[in-house]
């Protein structure tokens, strides 16, 4: 069988393809136009391309396939777009492309089938859809635990390794503490706001003068809690879920403790992924065994970090024994000079916390920027901080 290379720049299908031809398939998930075409160009052998039109690139989508077939003549290309007229079907065909999926939903038994049995064969829009790689990340814990500072946390770590917006929400019924530790405020209300507007005239645009953004990361922004969240019903709850998910590539939600309040279980039906906050300590364990009797299970990916870890802290292993359906994937130390700067006394802290395994969990992974562009943003970002010293 010829090798397989994949060029989608989705690691959820790459995965499944890794998955069904295994050592067949090339190691990397070609993200864009070029990183492909520069890659046959310096091959020779038979190779399977699946790719789509609508990858990044600074070349146009036919320009795409002319190159790709100057490139390596032997590359047999199973083709991704998103419409096909019949004069692009035409312009295809005259370039020897017959394997082409149309449209934004792809069945992947057909896709597979189609990688292992190349025939010339057109498959129309399938029932299957593509999912996003959008993430909406939802943090739960008993009063406490700490929730707000690990929603902080992580919001903030996923803007230094990943890429696109995010958005960090406050979904907190009365104890809402984000802007506390994201030195934020405001005075407007977005329930005002969403109350008042009618279906006919609501402006996604709007909600605009109610997120925050952060002063130092400006890729990161703040939707903060008041006090008559909890009077939320679902439509306006549905207006705001539908603004997130077309302006946010990641929202991580600080929801309240309460999951049987319809506010906690509206956004619980909409997260792809929870993470259940917990302390290292018998009383927290056994309180939190009963609080996670309400959490619905079946469809949420469930993971688990554990906060203030410190001296005396139960370890890993002995919290795993209490709950073997969870995954530890993160998990932040205690820090004495939190008290300092929840009061105002510490201008600023530095929280050791590690989130890498809960990425690789919930597949962000394949989003990661790498370490040297990472690193080079931090120490930037202290460089400026010591010039306005």
């Known amino acids: 069988m010829m090798k397989i290379l994949v060029a989608l720049d989705n690691q959820e299908i790459k995965q499944k393809i890794d998955e069904c031809f295994k050592e067949e398939v090339y190691h990397i998930d070609f993200e864009s136009m070029e990183e492909v075409i520069e890659f046959l160009s310096t091959r020779s052998e038979e190779y399977i391309l699946v790719t789509k039109d609508s990858l990044k690139g600074n070349i146009d989508k036919r320009l795409y396939i002319k190159q790709l077939k100057l490139a390596n003549k032997n590359v047999k290309i199973i083709y991704i777009v998103q419409e096909l007229t019949q004069e692009y079907k035409e312009f295809l065909f005259a370039n020897e492309v017959f394997n082409i999926f149309e449209g934004k939903n792809i069945h992947m038994d057909q896709l597979l089938e189609s990688i292992q049995n190349p025939q010339f064969v057109i498959y129309k829009n399938s029932q299957m859809e593509e999912k996003s790689n959008k993430k909406i990340i939802g943090v739960i814990g008993l009063s406490g635990v700490g929730k707000s500072v690990i929603s902080s946390a992580l919001a903030k770590d996923m803007c230094a ?207 990661k920027i790498s370490l040297k562009e990472s690193y080079l943003k931090k120490y930037m970002q202290i460089k400026k901080r010591l010039e306005n010293v």
């Open 161 to 367: 390794k990943l890429r696109g917006k995010i958005l960090l929400a406050d979904m907190s019924l009365k104890t809402h503490s984000l802007d506390i530790y994201n030195n934020i405020s405001t005075n407007l209300s977005l329930y005002e706001y969403l109350s008042q507007c009618e279906e006919s005239n609501f402006n996604k645009k709007e909600i605009e003068k109610y997120i925050l953004e952060d002063q130092e990361e400006k890729k990161l922004n703040y939707l903060l809690a008041d006090d008559h969240l909890g009077n939320l019903n679902e439509k306006m709850l549905d207006k705001l879920y539908q603004y997130m998910i077309d302006e946010y590539q990641h929202i991580v939600l600080d929801l309240d403790t309460n999951l049987n309040h319809l506010v906690t279980k509206f956004w619980l039906e909409k997260v792809t992924d929870v993470v259940i906050v917990m302390n290292p300590n018998y009383v927290n364990i056994r309180n939190s065994i009963a609080y996670l009797r309400d959490l619905k299970k079946d469809s949420i990916k469930l993971s688990m970090i554990i906060n203030k870890i410190q001296r005396g802290s139960l370890d890993f292993s002995q919290i795993r024994s209490f709950f073997k359906e969870y995954y530890i994937t993160g998990y932040m130390m205690y820090s004495k000079n939190i008290e300092g700067y929840i009061n105002g006394s510490i201008s600023n802290i530095v929280l050791n916390c590690n989130f890498d395994r809960l990425y690789k969990k919930i597949m962000l992974v394949d989003e």
